[in-house]
């Protein structure tokens, strides 16, 4: 599938990455491998992203060289041949004409010239910029291209003296979003709020996790979407206090809450929100007064987001709103700073306020920079995602346990400050019981 990005986003960055790379330099980067799910069947192929960031390419059986400065072309694709009988079983390919054609590249080779050409690339390059140990079979070849130089030498072969990841450079492109890209985030937010209103509408007790899921998946499908960003977690109950259920096999039981955690992938870009809401429509005192703590502290997470604040700042706002509410509800007692150094919110509240979001849910970027965390930045895209998950066997009064709650949602920062790319989503206890009334 062609992407809906404009070509001339893939040419820039790839002459931002050559830039950052430098003369003398070259990157190699594979595209992700086929995996068998059983027998004659395969998974459905999804491309490696730092690969499509670069090139826009969804094929598999490919690898991109780039190298700076080459008078014969920077932008080297190997790819699969045109293949008559192959692309009548399997789908079309775009082939050496289609990589140069429609994909820019400066030349094209078969995949299977990769061994003969490859030495040629590497030689009299000073740096190599590759993710080893990533893929064991490809790392296996790298070294057997190099030392097929190396054996030139005494013909006056230079061979590369400096491998270098290419995760730092190419990572940090990939944190600032463009406007292009921002466009296909909305659009995947946008559909992954329509398939959580949809999920409220048609929830009732006695229907299945699983029924939830469907429902999820075919807003996710009809909008365009070949997959979901990541498994969907649809916990009813005391499934909504384990983090990365993925069952979603179990009934759903008149006065339970359900925890949804799904987002759609559009064009290679993610979306992520969670919502907590009553399978019965109504939330009872109990999962009310958890559930406004969790949306007090999301909101105060939310408004630490702006340029120049650090990505720590959402989490310590979350935590100091989450542990006075635990306070108040008698589920802690103590001293708010006392509390809060002991992490004693920790048994509730076990992971972090939110990570990077991009074209993968848990996005590449670092968070910290010498050893302090990193400042927020225009075109950053994270997640807030506070909960609580009080569980079955906890130390409180029974009337609060295996209640587990969640609310998350993609934040943009801006010059001004923040932007919240799935604010549709109901999330506030009035509207969710309002839409809930509703049918579709």
Known sequence: MKSRLPA???????????????????????????????????????????????????????????????PEGEYVLFCRPRDRMMETWNGYRAGQEGAVRDLGADQAFSIEELDEHMPQLLAGRERVYYAMGLKAA????????????????????HAPGEFLMLDHLLHDLRLFKSTEELKLMRKAAAISVRAHERAMRVCKPGLYEYELEAEIMHEFMRSGCQAPAYNSIVGGGRNGCILHYVDNRDVLRDGDLVLIDAGAEFDHYAADITRTFPVNGRYSAEQKALYEVVLAAQAAAIDSVSPQAHW?????????????????????????????????????????TGHW?????????????????????PGMVLTVEPGLYIAED????????????????????????????????????????ALMRATL
Not at 60 to 68: M, N, R
Not at 316 to 329: E, I, N, P, R, S
Not at 357 to 377: I, N, P, Q
Request: net charge negative.
């Open 138 to 157: 490809f790392d296996h070849r790298m070294m057997d291209w190099l030392n097929r130089v190396r054996a030139k030498s005494r013909s006056g072969v």
């Open 394 to 433: 906890a130390d409180v009064d029974e009337r609060w346990r295996g209640i587990g709650i969640r609310i998350e949602d993609d934040v943009l920062v801006t010059r001004q400050g923040y932007e919240v790319l799935t604010q549709a989503a109901p999330k506030q206890v009035a509207d969710i019981e």
């Open 312 to 352: 720590n700042d959402p989490h310590q706002a979350a935590l100091k709103v989450l542990t006075q509410g635990l306070m108040d509800l008698g589920l802690l007692q103590g001293s708010l700073d006392d509390l809060l150094a002991a992490e004693a919110y920790k048994p509730y509240y076990m992971h972090r």
């Open 357 to 377: 979001l991009g074209m993968d849910v848990h996005d590449v970027g670092d968070y910290k920079v010498d050893e302090s965390w990193r400042l927020l930045e």
């Open 8 to 70: 001339q986003e893939f040419t820039q960055r790839r002459k931002a990455l050559m830039n950052m790379m430098g003369e003398g330099a070259v990157a190699i980067l594979p595209a992700a491998e086929q995996h068998v799910r059983n027998r004659d069947s395969d998974y459905r192929y999804r491309q490696d992203s730092d690969f499509y960031y670069v090139s826009g390419f969804a094929e598999p059986e490919a690898v991109i060289c780039l190298i700076p400065g080459r």
